[in-house]
């Protein structure tokens, strides 16, 4: 007799929207070429926790990957008891289309769907003006979601505010999942007295915060001075910049991002990019100091016991700061001179650890009034998660590609070559469909393997090689 049947209860089953589970271990190249962190590697701290708080005896939580396949209404209707939804800054005009598509996965439910830590996205003054034109996708969507819950949970005050403007009453400021990852503990302890050149210091941020906010220029003095600075990227495009020289995407033109293979710090082997959040926090204890622009990239910090400090560009890294008692400066008042050693100095991580509890609580009771229970108060506290997670053997942070040497290639071209070969599959079955139907003309004829694989892998490795390095 199962340990659910003995006590009675049925296994309630959840579906999350997120990248990909915490326990799917991806090689780097899968990894970069499905985009599992959905743009950001940020979105997998606040998923990986979800996971994790919602994981219990009697409760089994699914990954749905990232894309909305509103064909599957039907099957998740049929399969799940609920579908949970964390979402970062979704109210913001560039994610339009895909709320408009979430909308109407949801719109197709009949289970419950619960939202949990979303946000709108605005400037420091938290002016809504530039949200006017996504006012009718905003409302469609949280009418759907309220529709199937008792409330939905968003970020912060800016949030909570823009909502009810818009007439919704049914509204929690919960925060972000992401600093509840271990529950009501939270430590974040000051191991030196002060920092000096010895110091290990992580920094973080934005192509926007580099290229507009004056990032650069903070980063390129506090490279001059820490010889152990180390950048810590989270787009897509940084990872592929690092993995395989690829600036093929917009952010490629951001010189000044040390994720670029022009930027000193990438020859110097200085930047990271961390495909799961399980090595992005570990590597983190080793560190003495955490600052920059990325809210995601200095809570894994929070999460690893290191001190940190978020240089804010717009409300949302502002309201989650303010909400949390994260320490933080506005990134339009910094001073020309701004030194690491100051935010240090100045971090007082007091009320950030006095209130965690009682944000936990107030996190955990939503989703007691959502019908989800939760690992801290109807499991082990995450022990089995933990455990599992230290079974598995992940892939270390992606480093800059500055050799040539034979090992290095192989693996890329070994991924190359096992990609050229499934579409070489997917390239004769498209002809044989295509004789099948007896049809013939430019507009149905299969795309050629050349072709489809130049889509797939870009010319990463041509460039690596022409550049020498």
Request: hydrophobic share 40%; glycine share 8%; proline share 5%.
């Amino acid at each position: 007799m199962s340990h659910n049947a003995h006590h009675g209860q049925r296994e309630k089953r959840i579906l999350l929207r997120s990248g990909k589970s915490p326990y799917d271990v991806v090689p780097v190249e899968e990894a970069l070429h499905r985009d599992v962190i959905a743009t950001n590697a940020g979105n997998l701290i606040f998923s990986d926790a979800t996971h994790k708080v919602l994981e219990t005896p009697h409760t089994e939580v699914v990954s749905n990957g990232i894309r909305t396949d509103v064909s599957a209404a039907g099957r998740i209707n049929e399969e799940y008891d609920a579908f949970v939804v964390p979402l970062a800054n979704a109210f913001r005009p560039s994610f339009e289309a895909q709320l408009k598509r979430l909308t109407r996965l949801i719109g197709k439910l009949r289970i419950p769907v619960v939202v949990v830590g979303v946000g709108a996205q605005a400037g420091l003054g938290y002016n809504p003006a530039r949200l006017k034109p996504i006012e009718p996708a905003v409302r469609a969507f949280v009418s759907a979601v309220l529709d199937r819950s008792a409330s939905i949970g968003v970020r912060g005050e800016f949030t909570e505010k823009y909502l009810r403007d818009l007439g919704f009453r049914d509204v929690e400021v919960i925060g972000c999942p992401s600093l509840f990852m271990y529950g009501k503990e939270l430590t974040v302890t000051k191991r030196e007295p002060a920092l000096g050149a010895g110091s290990r210091i992580a920094v973080n941020g934005s192509h926007s915060a580099v290229k507009s906010q004056g990032l650069d220029r903070v980063i390129a003095r506090a490279h001059a001075r820490y010889p152990s600075l180390r950048f810590i990227g989270q787009n897509i495009s940084d990872a592929r910049q690092l993995h395989w020289r690829d600036l093929s995407d917009p952010n490629g033109l951001v010189t000044a991002m040390p994720t670029h293979p022009e930027h000193p710090m990438y020859r110097e082997d200085k930047v990271r990019v961390y495909i799961d959040p399980v090595t992005w926090i570990d590597d983190l204890r080793g560190f003495d100091f955490s600052f920059g622009s990325r809210i995601h990239g200095n809570i894994a910090a929070l999460l690893a016991g290191t001190p940190a400090t978020v240089l804010c560009g717009d409300s949302r890294t502002l309201e989650l700061c303010r909400y949390f008692d994260i320490p933080h400066r506005r990134i339009d008042r910094l001073p020309e001179d701004l030194d690491p050693t100051s935010l240090y100095e100045e971090a007082d991580f007091g009320a950030l650890m006095r209130g965690h509890q009682e944000r936990f609580e107030r996190f955990t009771a939503f989703l007691e009034r959502n019908g989800l229970d939760n690992t801290f108060t109807h499991g082990d506290g995450g022990a089995a998660f933990e455990e599992r997670m230290r079974s598995l053997s992940f892939p270390a942070g992606i480093r800059p590609w500055n050799d040539v040497d034979l090992a290095s290639l192989t693996t890329r071209f070994g991924w190359l070559q096992s990609r050229i070969s499934e579409l070489a599959t997917d390239n004769d079955r498209l002809r044989r469909e295509l004789a099948r139907t007896g049809k013939t003309g430019t507009a149905l004829a299969a795309p050629s393997v050349y072709r489809r694989a130049r889509r797939a892998v870009g010319g990463p490795i041509r460039r690596a090689l022409q550049s020498g390095r």
